[in-house]
């Protein structure tokens, strides 16, 4: 997974629409397939999760902008918190 390009991805979430979303998630090892089957509550909740680090991906990016290393650093910690999440998305579909 490219921590950086993810992101960047996450900085735009906000401007995307929901295929732009959706390339992310792949993008992040999101199944395609339960993308295009999933029910809106399951968006919802993958939105959720996207939009609690955008304050942490904005601040990665205007501290370490210039600073690949450090850049990378907080891009991992992101996107770890991001699985995490994304992972109790999973859960709660799995429940259906």
């Known amino acids: 997974m490219d921590h950086i390009a ?3 991805a996450l900085h735009a ?3 995307a629409d929901r295929e732009q979303r959706n390339a992310l998630l792949i993008q ?3 199944p395609a397939e339960k993308l295009r089957n999933a029910p809106d ?4 909740c993958m939105d959720m999760c996207a939009e ?3 304050e942490a991906t904005n601040a990665c ?3 370490f902008g210039d600073d690949d290393e450090k ?3 907080c891009a991992e910690k992101v996107t770890k918190r991001l699985t ?5 998305c999973d859960k709660m579909l799995e429940g259906d």
């Open 6 to 8: 993810v992101l960047h």
């Open 13 to 15: 979430w906000g401007t």
């Open 28 to 30: 992040m090892g999101v």
């Open 41 to 44: 509550y399951y968006d919802s």
């Open 52 to 54: 609690k680090e955008m």
């Open 61 to 63: 990016l205007e501290k």
């Open 71 to 73: 850049l990378l650093k």
């Open 84 to 88: 995490r999440c994304y992972e109790g």
